[in-house]
Structure formats: structure tokens, C-alpha cells
């Protein structure tokens, strides 16, 4: 069975800085990955999906992440942060042919002044 | 309006208490799912349904049932509540063939059981 892992449960950084939002998975077959963004009190929307293709994926607000299948890992980066990225970020992977969704447990990203 | 709407945002109930949690959706989508978030644990699937006459568990399906009166409604209850159903509830929707694109997610249903 797929299981996905948030290596960080919590990152706080300064604004303008880099960061990156480590997430593995686990699946014998093809996966879909997404990473997904919550912010405080509010539902979870998409940020960026990988389905096929070129293996680096963008978002509009400057976050990418990196699909690579030989580390099994999706980890989402973005060069300087902002306070408004301040929220809680899920990865999650659906493997080939199924609609479900399996997410991490989350990664609360700080962006601190 | 928002495409994914769940009713009510905040509820508090009593342990033993039957609650229903409500979603109805705007999208057109086909799919719909239950998840619940807490806190260090992510969202973890309770039910999910591909068409109206098409009901499925997910991982943590126990105290729990589900109706899909329409395509567009799809409702979450608690028989009778405990106090570890604490949590925040989503409802989730995806088109057939599409869910590949990513879930439409409601606002929440954030239920306290004391």
C-alpha cells in the first residue's frame, strides 16, 4: 500500500530565505504526487501536481517541487519565502489508476520577519 | 458561492449524540470523499463514493456512515458521537478520470464532542 512521509512536522524560517518541505513515498506501481496548501482556517487547495512528464513542476506563486523516482521523493522548495506562505502543507500521492488520495501528516512552514 | 459547501462550520455535541455533516457541491463532479484532519496526523479518508449508488470505505470507515442522496450532496454521520471523532472534517470532490488534476475541498466541519 502507498504511505507518504512529511519529514518535518514543523519549519520555521525567515522571510526571504529558501526553504524546502521534504516529502517521500512508498508504492510498487506509477505514482501521481501533489502537494497541497492550507492556510489558517481555511480548506486545502492544490499547489502543484506531478502526473507525467518533465520532472520538475511549478507553481504561480513560486514553489516547485521535484519528482524523483529513484529516491522515491517529491520535495517542494521555493528560493525566497514570503509571510504570506506562512500555512500547512500536505503532500500526497495517488498511485496509477486509483482516485484516493493518500496524504502526509503535514508540514507547518513559519515564515518568521 | 463556493463550489464545495459543508454545513455546519463549527458544531459542539454531546457523546452519544447523532450528528449528521453535510456537502453539497457545484462542480458536476461525480466523485465525492470524506476526510478527517487531525492535528500531527494528516487527512485520513473515511468514505468516499464514485457515483451516486456507489459507496466505499476508506481507512478509518468505523463510527461512521454515509448518504449520497444526489450527485451533488453527500452527507457524513455520527451515529453516536465519542469524544475522539473530535476533529476537523473536509468533504472532497473530483471529475471522473480528472481526480488526477486534484480534489475540490470544502471549507471544513470543525466538530467538538464533549
Known amino acids: 500500500a502507498q504511505s507518504v512521509t512529511q519529514l518535518d512536522s514543523q519549519v520555521p524560517v525567515f522571510e526571504e530565505a529558501p526553504v524546502e518541505l521534504r516529502c517521500n513515498y512508498s508504492s510498487s506501481v506509477s505514482v501521481y504526487l501533489f502537494w497541497y496548501v492550507q492556510y489558517p482556517n481555511q480548506g486545502l487547495q492544490l499547489l502543484l501536481k506531478?502526473?507525467?512528464?518533465?520532472?520538475l513542476v511549478e507553481s504561480i506563486n513560486g514553489f516547485e517541487a521535484e519528482f524523483n523516482k529513484s529516491q522515491t521523493s517529491f520535495h517542494l522548495r521555493k528560493p525566497s519565502v514570503h509571510i504570506s506562505d506562512t500555512a500547512e502543507y500536505f503532500c500526497?500521492?495517488?498511485?496509477?489508476?486509483?482516485?484516493?488520495?493518500?496524504f502526509g501528516k503535514g508540514t507547518k512552514l513559519t515564515v518568521n520577519p | 458561492d463556493a463550489d464545495v459547501t459543508q454545513t455546519p462550520r463549527n458544531r459542539i455535541t454531546k457523546t452519544g449524540k447523532r450528528i449528521m455533516l453535510e456537502c453539497s457541491q457545484t462542480k458536476g463532479h461525480d466523485r465525492m470523499y470524506w476526510y478527517r484532519q487531525d492535528p500531527g496526523l494528516g487527512l485520513r479518508l473515511i468514505y468516499y463514493s464514485f457515483d451516486v449508488k456507489d459507496i466505499n470505505k476508506g481507512e478509518i470507515s468505523d463510527g461512521y456512515s454515509v448518504s449520497r442522496q444526489a450527485q451533488a450532496k453527500f452527507s457524513l454521520s455520527l451515529e453516536s458521537a465519542i469524544p475522539n471523532q473530535t476533529a476537523l472534517y473536509f468533504c472532497?470532490?473530483?471529475?471522473?478520470?480528472?481526480?488526477?488534476?486534484?480534489?475540490?475541498f470544502g471549507s471544513g466541519t470543525r466538530l467538538t464532542v464533549v
Open positions: 506531478y502526473l507525467s512528464g518533465s520532472t
Open positions: 472532497a470532490t473530483s471529475d471522473t478520470g480528472q481526480g488526477y488534476y486534484g480534489y475540490t
Open positions: 500526497a500521492v495517488s498511485e496509477g489508476g486509483s482516485e484516493k488520495l493518500v
